[in-house]
């Protein structure tokens, strides 16, 4: 039988603060300030407030770029980003927790981001009886007792000496599902909880990528274009005017939804499973700015509306309360909808007209039939023939029909071919 030796561990070896293992390991270790030139490393310290988790999954299945790709440095121009995350890190109680303190104390060596996922709970209130909303790590107060530190208060420490702060989710972002009407815990956003004058290390607001969750490729390429603007390499990536990607969050639902079409000619859903447009069943679409619908939730695939999901605008700042209730019709939908169902009975005859004769090849009008054994095509009635002449006439106002139309491109026997012309005619 097979004997696996494997190597004795000493009794002294115990694990290390990821942070301190890498200030070590550089010889000359990146001043905390603006640094002037490419940086080897950059910390991003993930915080979680009241949250679900459902952002970090998120953020696990993105692929363009890919989590993996930031974390082991193996994108091109971008640092290593040493990711501190309570639940993927290795190391666990005061080990882990020493990285935030080393952050805290500017003894890091190198820039570092603050990631939170989850709304910002109100801690007075649960202070009140002696108790905390979400917390991280302990710390000995000065009469000798530990007590949690909440990661609120994590946030207030580390965000004036973060490069970037970063709202993942719409929970940190506007607040969310906690910071819904009647909650006990007085949740808010980062953006709410900092104020409109903070200001990280290098000048930036709070950059908020909203979604419930959101879509992980949305988070990571913002990352990555944060990242090179602060190496040097880039320019500061457009944000809006609420903080948001303004490339990822500029276009509505609606703008790239595969099921706009239906909306414009005035065609819509009766329940949940058809194909057509979904307003009428409490689809918010048309006002809610997020991309879900053109990249897909994972791996560019899914999407709410993509699988026959109603949007709810759960990356709007809005969102529960102003879309509440949900798979209604929003009110705006009964003016815009049967204003589209007016001005569709008018375009859908005129675009199935025109979807007829681009279905014809011109051959089959010149024989008079179509030689599909599939089933029976219609031959076009004198009215839509009169229509399509008058059609013709107009597509070709000012462009050339195919084919030979110019003098000098003209055979002996005409513009025809003479073969073509003589195997017409032995047809005749």
């Avoid at 609606?254 to 329940?271: D, K, T």
């Amino acid at each position: 039988m097979a004997t696996v030796l494997t190597p004795p561990i000493a009794p002294e070896q115990t694990l290390e603060s990821t942070a301190r293992v890498f200030l070590e390991r550089e010889p000359k270790p990146q001043p905390q300030e603006v640094p002037f030139g490419p940086l080897r490393v950059v910390h991003a310290f993930w915080l979680a407030g009241m949250s679900c988790d459902g952002c970090t999954i998120a953020v696990s299945g993105a692929t363009n770029p890919g989590l993996e790709g930031l974390l082991t440095g193996t994108l091109p121009g971008l640092p290593k980003v040493i990711l501190h995350h309570p639940v993927l890190s290795v190391e666990a109680g005061d080990e882990f927790v020493e990285n935030f303190r080393l952050a805290e104390e500017g003894k890091l060596g190198a820039p570092f981001v603050v990631i939170f996922e989850g709304s910002v709970p109100d801690e007075s209130i649960a202070e009140e009886t002696g108790g905390y909303w979400a917390a991280l790590g302990v710390e000995r107060l000065p009469d000798g007792r530990h007590r949690p530190i909440p990661t609120a208060e994590w946030l207030r420490r580390l965000a004036p000496k973060a490069a970037a702060v970063i709202a993942i989710g719409t929970c940190a972002t506007w607040g969310g599902i906690p910071a819904a009407a009647g909650n006990p815990t007085g949740a808010m956003g980062v953006m709410d909880f900092l104020g409109a004058d903070y200001r990280s290390a290098f000048g930036l607001p709070v950059i908020n990528i909203p979604g419930c969750s959101p879509v992980g490729d949305n988070f990571t390429e913002t990352v990555a274009a944060v990242l090179l603007f602060l190496q040097g390499l880039g320019p500061l990536p457009e944000f809006d005017e609420l903080g948001r990607p303004a490339w990822l969050f500029r276009d509505t639902v609606h703008h790239r939804c595969v099921r706009a079409g239906f909306y414009e000619e005035g065609i819509f859903a009766r329940e949940y499973g058809d194909r057509e447009c979904l307003v009428e069943i409490g689809c918010w679409g048309p006002v809610v700015q997020c991309n879900i619908t053109s990249r897909g939730a994972i791996n560019h695939m899914g999407g709410c509306m993509n699988v026959g999901g109603i949007c709810i605008g759960c990356t709007m700042p809005g969102f529960p309360d102003r879309f509440s209730p949900f798979y209604q019709a929003p009110p705006g939908s009964m003016i815009s909808s049967n204003t589209s169902r007016l001005v569709g009975s008018l375009i859908r005859p005129l675009r199935r007209l025109s979807m007829r004769y681009a279905n014809r090849e011109p051959r089959w009008d010149e024989t008079g039939r179509v030689p599909s054994g599939w089933g029976h095509v219609k031959e076009p009635s004198i009215f839509e023939r009169a229509v399509h002449f008058f059609y013709d006439k107009w597509q070709f106002w000012s462009a050339e029909r195919p084919g030979r139309t110019d003098p000098k491109e003209m055979y002996a026997g005409g513009y025809e071919v003479p073969a073509v012309r003589k195997r017409r005619e032995a047809r005749r």
